[in-house]
């Protein structure tokens, strides 16, 4: 029953399922013949968007700098302020590559429209099957977490969901109201760019199962006139692949920035003495923060591998047996596959891939470790 349920999962729901995660935010460029009517109202609201999140940002800070001797407000403004800051990085960088992302978008929507039935077969068994389960958790994670914002000022007798404070009277009505719902708002922008990051790791997979494709190609050809075409697909891959991990940089950068100085924060709770309750909320948020660092890591070391492939499968062909011209061609294709293609994070940090998230998980122990040594001398 478990696999009935798991193969009605295509490509096609899974890029529909992606793409209705981000549809409150507009995430999703829009096609390149789209009207100019389309393009601004998609602008507009996305400035709408930047300023609804400044505006709550401001709020959270605002409270913060105020209440700087209450340890438990500073903690639970903190908590809000990463993720806010989180969603504008976010705006601005699909504000500067938009063309680009819209670019790699329309062609993998391509792609997908034009494969055959055999093809899919092997993206649902070797990508489609195997990811689904942890992405869908992902998503499926990120916007249950609003459940918690929604009835959180009720359990806890709260004015607000996320703690803030204004230069003004908010307690009184419509005001509380309006800020209410504000806040509600952007905690739906909260959740629904968090899963831009399954957004960007469906590029990374699908690009990956591109190479899968040719990798299959090249072990049916049978002729040289075969052989030209692979050689053709594979400088086309390379290069779209190049522009997909210019896309994915930006974001990851993000996801890996804020996920760190979250969990660093996370860290620093577990040591002071906050309540019971925001120690066991912050252990909920961690595993988020580490869920959104592997949602990039797997990908990209799945596209490491899959990239270096083309080399060894292409030796494997019956070269001895062809012409110059064919071993000449044989040649470029496996010196251009061993140059992996790497999501490198911009800052002088290293690539994504699993050997980049066990030290990051390392790292961040370290500095956990390092901080309750110091704290515990402190006493």
């Known amino acids: 029953m478990h696999m009935i349920m798991q193969k009605k ?3 096609r729901k899974t890029i529909a399922i992606v793409k209705l995660s981000l549809f409150v935010i507009w995430f999703w460029p829009l096609p390149q013949d789209a009207s100019k009517r389309k393009v601004l109202c998609m602008k507009l609201y996305q400035y709408i968007t930047l300023l609804l999140m400044i505006a709550v940002l401001a709020s959270m800070v605002y409270a913060l700098v105020r209440n700087l001797d209450d340890l ?8 809000g302020i990463f993720p806010c800051s989180h969603v504008i990085w976010n705006i601005l960088c699909r504000i500067v590559i938009y063309q680009r992302l819209q670019c790699v978008t329309f062609q993998m929507e391509n792609f997908c429209a034009s494969i055959n039935a055999y093809e899919e077969a092997i993206i649902q068994r070797d990508y489609i099957d195997k990811c689904v389960n942890f992405y869908g958790f992902c998503i499926t994670s990120f916007y249950t977490s609003l459940f918690a914002l929604f009835v959180g000022p009720i359990l806890q007798d709260e004015p ?11 307690s009184r009505q419509p005001l509380r109201a309006i800020t209410y719902i504000h806040q509600i708002v952007c905690g739906l922008y909260i959740a629904a760019h968090l899963c831009v990051n399954a957004s960007m790791a469906l590029l990374l997979w699908l690009a990956s199962a591109r190479f899968k494709l040719l990798i299959e190609d090249l072990r049916k050809i049978t002729n040289i006139y075969d052989f030209m ?15 997909i991990t210019f896309v994915v940089r930006p974001f990851a950068l993000g996801t890996v920035f804020f996920s760190t100085v979250s969990l660093i924060v996370f860290g620093l709770i577990f040591i002071t003495g906050v309540s019971l309750g925001l120690k066991i909320q912050c252990v909920f948020l961690a595993v988020s923060a580490l869920l959104e660092v592997f949602m990039y890591a797997w990908p990209a070391e799945h596209l490491i591998h899959i990239s270096n492939n083309i080399a060894q499968i292409a030796f494997e062909t019956n070269w001895y047996d062809e012409s110059e011209n064919f071993r000449r061609n044989l040649q470029m294709i496996i010196l251009r596959s061993q140059k992996p293609i790497l999501v490198t994070l911009p800052c002088g940090l290293p690539s994504l891939s699993l050997h980049y998230y066990a030290s990051y998980l390392s790292t961040i122990f370290s500095y956990f470790t390092t901080m309750r040594m110091m704290f515990e001398e402190q006493k």
């Open 72 to 79: 438990e407000l500073v903690v639970k403004s903190s908590l």
């Open 9 to 11: 999962i295509t490509l």
């Open 160 to 170: 607000l969901p996320a703690p803030a404070d204004f230069p003004f009277d908010a």
């Open 229 to 243: 075409k692979c050689i053709e697909k594979h400088q086309q891959l390379l290069e779209y692949a190049k522009e």
